[in-house]
């Protein structure tokens, strides 16, 4: 894959720093890269604001855009690749359009048309629609493109003789995530199978707030949460001393987490409650431990059988260089659509 020359416009939210990971890849590919946040402020604030009630910071939103337009307004692009879509406004992409009429657009969602039916009225601006989530790829006629681990995780071998935990969980509190995770605590300490939870919350007025609106975060103890946001390093050297991870799925979502990709590169055996994990090509159940989100129950047997090392094939499609390939390359509908089609 060879991008040496070509000029890319990269809008994305700020997520964990994969936005960074992606954006020195492009580079390291030979492209040339302005990012831009696709936000114009990460503070609780806008965040909060732009999910609950836009309209009230629409003005802002559109004077940092045209900021933005101002800055390109004498650049010529190849690209605009766009990822998360939360917030960019229709004008913005009219105006690349008619400044960059030969560019390709790209538009890549790790979220749901459920969780964000402004995707609707996005899609028909872009030239390529990727998804993250394999029933809207289905339903809209979108590419469907599952995510990718970053090359910190695939370096995490197992020693066994430093292992300190059989299952870890690391991630966001929302959903039904502590609750679930409670249970499975508890499955642990029956199996006598040590355990470790890092539930994150970027600030504690960020966590009451959603409390207010979500029934299943009252329940959460507080101060069971961290407000330091883990590095890669941190989480692949977690990995690195665990047998198996712990995937909880928002409960209307259905496309595969990051932390599914990171785990099985590094070696982990996973614990997931998402069921639709056995349409993918890397799922075998040696490695795989679907859980029922109203039912839970852990196989023992499950910590008695090394991890199955996975095709070198599979691992590669699995990759950062491989969703960017499929991103500006060539879409991969001959190799994830044959599990795409599984799915109801």
């Known amino acids: 894959m060879n991008l040496a020359g070509k000029k890319i416009l990269f809008l994305s939210a700020n997520f964990f720093g994969y936005e960074k990971a992606i954006t020195q890849k492009l580079l390291e590919l030979g492209a040339e890269v302005d990012f831009y946040n696709e936000r114009p402020s990460d503070s609780i604030f806008t965040k909060g604001i732009i999910r609950v009630r836009r309209k009230f910071y629409q003005k802002k939103i559109n004077r940092y855009y045209r900021k933005i337009s101002e800055d390109i307004i004498n650049k010529k692009y190849d690209f605009l690749l766009l990822i998360k879509g939360e917030t960019i406004p229709f004008f913005f992409l009219e105006d690349f359009r008619e400044r960059n009429p030969s560019a390709k657009m790209i538009f890549y969602s790790y979220d749901s048309v459920q969780e964000y039916p402004r995707f609707l009225q996005l899609y028909p601006y872009f030239d390529s629609n990727f998804t993250f989530e394999p029933a809207d790829a289905l339903q809209y006629k979108l590419y469907f493109r599952p995510l990718f681990f ?34 499975i605590r508890e499955l642990c300490d029956q199996l006598k199978l040590k355990s470790y939870f890092y539930y994150y919350a970027p600030s504690k007025l960020t966590f009451f707030l959603k409390k207010i609106f979500d029934k ?26 665990s047998f198996a991870v712990l995937d909880i799925n928002k409960p209307f979502q259905k496309g595969i987490s990051m932390r599914t990709f990171e785990a099985l590169a590094a070696g982990k055996k996973i614990l997931t409650t998402n069921s639709d994990i056995q349409n993918y090509p890397f799922y075998s159940s040696e490695n795989i431990h679907i859980l029922d989100r109203n039912n839970l ?32 390359v060539k879409h991969q509908e001959d190799y994830w659509n044959i599990a795409e089609k599984k799915f109801i």
């Open 150 to 183: 970053l090359n910190e995780y695939a370096d995490s071998s197992d020693h066994l003789d430093r292992r300190k935990y059989e299952v870890v969980f690391i991630g966001s509190a929302h959903t039904d995530r502590y609750l679930i995770g409670q249970k």
């Open 297 to 328: 129950f852990i196989n023992e047997a499950f910590f008695q059988t090394p991890f199955q090392i996975i095709d070198a094939d599979i691992l590669e499609k699995m990759s950062l260089d491989s969703f960017i390939s499929c991103l500006f």
């Open 216 to 241: 299943n975060l009252q329940e959460f103890d507080h101060k069971k949460l961290s407000f330091q946001k883990l590095s890669h390093a941190e989480i692949a050297e977690i990995y690195k001393n």
